[in-house]
Structure formats: C-alpha cells, structure tokens
C-alpha cells in the first residue's frame, strides 16, 4: 500500500476499493424440479428450454458436466460446493442465458478466468491446495484479451505484481484464488504495462481446457447471473459506471466525476505516475485490478470502461481507475467480448 501526502484531499492507497449503490440486478427465475435436482434457475431463457439439458446432466456424473454442456451448445462457467455436505452449484452460460442448478455430489474442478474474480500475487510459488505464502497480495481479476500472439491474457492492476524500482516484478506468481487457498495457478505474470506506459494494468496468464472455461463475464458469484461484456466505452465524464471487487462485492455503482476534478485527476495521475479517471464509487484494500464497467443494460449487457487503480483519501475513499483503450492500445492487444 502506498500514500503521497503531496496533496491536500489526497492520499493514495494503490490497492483497492468499497461501495455504494447497487447496480439494477438481474435474477433467476426458479424452474420447478427436475429429477434429482435440488434446484433449477435459468435467466434470460425458459426452464422449458432448459429441462432437458438438465435431464442430461443429472444422467452423468458431476465431472462430465462441460463435455454434456459442450455438446448442447452450452460452456460452462464454474462449479461451487454449497454451504451443506456434498452438494455443489453448476452455472453455465449460452449467449445472454444462463442457468444454474443444484445437485447431490462433490463439486467437479470446473471453474475458470473471468472479470470480477479474487486473485492472489506472491513472490513465492504458488501450489494449488496449499496456503498462500506470507508477503502475497489480493487483488481482483479484470477483462479478458487476446494478445498479438493470439495468446488469451487477463487483465489486473499492475501495482498488484509490484513493479519494483528496478523495474523488476516484486509478486510475479498469480493464481485465481478459492479460499483458503490458493486455487488455481496461473502461473508468472506475463507483461506490466507500467514499465513503458503510465497505466497500471498487467498481463496473466490464461488457463485453457475443458474444465477451465475462460469467457468474457463480470463474475457475479454462483448466486447472481453474470454480466455479458460486448464492448469498450469511453469513460465519459458523468456516465453511470460499476465495479466489482475481492473487498467491496458485485455491482458497487456511481459516476465518473466532471470537468470539475480534471485539475484533481491530474494532480493524483503525477502523485500516483499513472493517468487515471475518478468516480464517485467507494472502494477498499483488494478491490484493484478489478472491472469497471458501464451500467448493465436490461439484457445483462455491460461494456469495458477500466481497471480499478487506486484510492483517493481523505476524500470518502473515491476510486480512480485506467481506461481500458489506452490499455488495449499499449499492448496491441483486443478486448474478447461475448459477441465474438
């Protein structure tokens, strides 16, 4: 964590964000039961079109969900044991649908990259199953991109990998995090934006197969269904946006500040060495790195604005972040959206 106390109303904290208003929300649907099924949700579908994609994944067990998903046209998301014995929740996505049930069993290791997701950086290896290593850091996965090789990366804030003054990286091990441990390892970072360009965004490694989904969502938890990313969008002064974060939660909303906090901005951009654009949304420690995201359409739609960068006290806690086509353009790389 770091503060410059260069300036009157602020002291930056490079790590994070809280919240503020919730963004609209939209919800499952209950289906009624389905065979063995403790309980069938869909969104932005009908339980009739789903019934008997459910009939066929309850007829092979827990590990042979993605290929049954596959097959139909489906990709799965991530699979989650619930708080009671053996019984986990699959959530998998078809377009704008998605559908979530509960069933009897271990959870399959199905799960993969997405935006809004707990990550951890460490200096140290990390082992899957093992706990984290002393000095890691929390941070929250941003949006997915596909590189010049062609290679899938995922976006965070680049103070998370600790850029050191000898532009060496301090916490270059990163794994997507599923309490208490480590989870799955993605491996070393790939490239820290910050080293050539002021714009605090890195590069991870993406795991690819067929329990490790990587789609363009903002991870809204087993509960809630995920937003759909379709596209960049300027950041605007005054345009409604969201955040998601590892501290503050989901859909935590507000605007970016006006022509008013430009001096501000620029005054914070020279404290911090990277450009960045205010808001009104609180945040907190582990927020970083985390998607910012234009208020979701009624389709579940959202579009890329940034990564979340860094705090502004005294001033209530407000988050700053990067814009995401400065980013884009820095590593010549595109956004991957969920339209193709």
Known sequence: MRSCAALAASILLLLALPA????????????????????VEVSLTTCEDTAALVTALLAQPPDGAASVLTGAGW????????????QHDLVAIRGLATLRIRRSGAAPDLDGFAAGRELLFARKTLVGGRRPPKGSALCTSAFLVRLRSG??????????GGLRTDRTVQRRNAAMRRPPSPGIVLGRVLRILTRSKPLDALVLPVLRGANRPASAVIDRGVGHPPWRVTATARPVSGRQICMTGRTSGIDQCGEILGARARRAERLVSREAG??????????????????????????????????????VR?????????????????????????TG
């Open 20 to 39: 503020a208003a919730q963004a609209q929300s939209n919800s499952y649907t209950s289906c009624a039961p389905v065979g063995e099924a403790l309980l």
């Open 75 to 86: 990709s799965a998301l991530r699979a989650q044991s619930t708080d009671s014995k053996n």
């Open 151 to 160: 290679r899938l990366g995922g976006l965070s804030a680049a103070h998370c």
């Open 274 to 311: 990277v450009v960045v654009r205010c808001t009104t949304i609180m945040a907190a420690e582990g927020d970083s790195g985390g998607p910012i995201y234009t208020a979701p359409a009624e389709d579940g739609t959202v579009r890329a604005i940034g990564i979340a960068t860094l705090i």
């Open 314 to 338: 005294p001033a209530g806690d407000r988050m700053c972040f990067t814009a995401i086509n400065p980013v884009l353009n820095g590593l010549g790389a595109k956004l991957v959206t969920a």
